[in-house]
């Protein structure tokens, strides 16, 4: 008999969803960037189309939705140019807009321009991809995410190349749309975005464009991991617009707010964070702000680990607490980039979403942290 062209796979490990599906989020708006799973069998390469495992996926968004998070749908968590696609992405898109609506499950979705080469895209060309992806996330009848471009980055020979795209595309929207602001420390193509290498000009010139679109613009998501810059933009924002805080490090602070106030969120960290985040968001619905402190702060240190310099790689940290977590039966990642961190790097992260709780069975985690150490001849987790 011959053998098959690969292992029969195993369903992913039950992970419990909360008992009834809890009341919103009501004090603020939440969503958690969510990551792809690969397809471990597919026969492709690093450069090669994305292989995603499409069930997987889909059954850790609906994960998200149940503890009453909102998902960022094809966004930098789920490896938007760097192992991720536009033709996945697109699928990606399509597939969980049908599965948010099945639950009424809030979803926002990136718009780019990664289906253009890396390099040497004109401002139109730059336009035309933009309107091509906003079109699909439009037509899921999904929020749109306006991502920061790399192609755009490279084109733009000023702040004025930057606002005259974004009114154009702002124009044709449908909905309000979240503009995104992407720091270098996540993305090294995106230095100097909004026209300038001057944080303070960039943010004159992103606040000029939401200024000069109103009723177009639902919040501005802005990753600078400058909490600082963050509050000081927010304060600045018109009152109908929000501030989605995108840092890593400082969340529970931003999130918390003060007395001008508060940022809502869209964190590649509440991927892993969902339960917790969930539930400290609530004790913030009853006015509890030193319970959500108490709730989130413990949860900095493993999220200033996982977005460790280089901070782009994260996402390999994400898939192994994913894996851990039993939400997938294995830890590969599009492109390969399970390879991107090193052994030490994990193990630590183990240890520290253990000593948080975060693992619905701790003993599941413990086996596989020690079954992938022993295939690269290390010791116990």
């Keep these: 008999m011959n053998a098959p062209a690969h292992p029969a796979r195993s369903a992913p490990d ?54 009453g998070l909102g998902v960022a749908e094809a966004m930098d968590t789920a490896q938007r140019g760097a192992g991720l696609d536009w ?32 390099h040497g895209a004109t401002l139109a060309e730059v336009r035309v991809a933009y309107e ?89 998501k802005i990753s600078l991991l400058d909490p600082g810059r963050e509050v000081a933009l927010r304060r600045r924002l018109p009152p109908d617009v929000r501030c989605y805080t995108g840092d890593d490090f400082h969340y529970p602070e931003l999130i918390a707010g003060d007395a001008h106030g508060f940022s809502d969120a869209l964190l590649g960290v509440f991927d892993p964070l969902a339960p917790l985040a969930a539930a400290a968001v609530r004790r913030l619905d009853t006015g509890d702000t030193a319970g959500f402190r108490a709730a989130l702060d413990p949860t900095v240190p493993l999220a200033r680990h996982l977005f460790a310099a280089p901070t782009r790689h994260y996402k390999t940290g994400v898939v192994l607490l994913a894996w851990l977590a039993g939400h997938q039966p294995h830890f590969t990642m599009v492109g390969g980039l399970q390879s991107a961190r090193s052994l030490p790097h994990l193990r630590r992260a183990h240890q520290l979403a253990d000593a948080l709780g975060l693992f619905p069975d701790p003993g599941l985690a413990a086996h596989r942290m020690r079954t992938l150490l022993a295939v690269y001849g290390g010791g116990g987790a």
């Excluded at 930057?162 to 979240?178: D, F, K, V, W």
């Design 132 to 220: 091509e992806q906003l079109h699909a996330v439009e037509a899921a009848d999904a929020r749109p995410v306006l991502m920061a471009s790399r192609q755009l980055a490279a084109a733009a020979t000023g702040p004025d190349d930057y606002r005259e795209l974004y009114g154009h595309l702002l124009r044709q929207t449908t909905r309000p749309a979240i503009l995104h602001w992407l720091g270098p420390m996540f993305d090294p193509a995106l230095a100097g975005y909004w026209g300038s290498a001057d944080p303070g000009a960039a943010t004159e010139t992103l606040l000029a464009l939401v200024a000069d679109h109103p009723g177009k613009v639902d919040g501005v």
């Design 87 to 118: 033709s996945a992405a697109a699928e990606l898109i399509r597939r969980s807009a049908a599965e948010a609506h099945s639950v009424g499950g809030l979803l926002a979705c990136g718009a780019g321009t990664d289906q253009l080469p890396a």
């Design 14 to 67: 039950p992970v419990s969803p909360p008992a009834s599906p809890p009341p919103p989020l009501r004090s603020r708006t939440v969503y958690a960037a969510a990551h792809v799973i690969a397809d471990p069998y597919a026969d492709t390469t690093p450069d090669g189309p994305a292989a995603v495992d499409w069930d997987t996926t889909l059954a850790f968004r609906h994960h998200l939705w149940a503890h």
